[in-house]
């Protein structure tokens, strides 16, 4: 992103300016100290940039122009119609064309905002045909395709057992259901995954959104013990 400004008098903005904020956070502030000035700020497709005019003197000599990667997005002269703490633009977040996510990026995964992805793409692999935790931070839709290769049961209960009757637990049962084609799994919250076959697998998710990392805690508990 580049903002050209310029000066008609030659003495600088004297405190008009533009505020850049990226996901509304202030990153930038634009302005002039003499006759002209430039500003370039690190673009990122997945995040909103909003411009806002703040006012100071003179604003009938302030003129600018914005570019995202080159396209003229914003041209104004005499600033003087510009209120005080005005938004003058905004340009919105793109989704990433594609994005490829593992196991090893979930070990620990710390993505601090929501991101749309057109194909996101989830690897990994399954050694063996035993049920699995699956968390995982987008929404995956149950289909008939995607359940010919797995079984995937949502977590309904725990239940421990004493089954020699000594005093001490020695089995642990989760209680699940079974999930149908038409449903869809949750982001940020566990379900259980069995692979019908052993070996390396890709899920892909169109139009997806990889949502921010969270912790989710979930109501699950015993008279004895807190899962």
Known sequence: IVINMKDSYGDGWDGNKIIVKKDDENIAEAKVSGKSASLTIDYDQTSEYTFYWQSGSYSDECSFEILLENELMLKH???????????????????????????????????TKDI??????????????????????FEIPVTEEL?????????????????????????????????KSGTTLAANYPYLIRAKE?????????????????????????IREKF
Do not use: H, M
């Open 77 to 111: 002269n005499d600033c003087d119609d510009y209120d005080n703490g005005q938004l003058i633009l905004t340009i919105k977040a793109k989704p990433l064309d594609s994005y490829a996510i593992d196991e090893k990026d979930l070990t620990d995964y710390s993505q």
């Open 147 to 179: 359940l010919a290769d797995f079984e995937i049961a949502d977590l309904n209960d725990i239940r421990q057992y004493d089954r020699d009757e000594d005093g001490v637990k020695d089995e642990t049962v989760v209680e699940a259901f079974k999930v």
């Open 198 to 222: 052993a070996g390396e697998k890709t899920i892909t998710v169109i139009d997806a959104t990889l949502y921010a990392a969270e912790e989710v805690s979930i109501d699950c508990s015993s």
């Open 116 to 137: 749309d992805v057109v194909s996101l793409s989830y690897t990994r692999n399954f050694t063996n045909t035993s049920w699995q935790s699956l968390y995982i931070p």
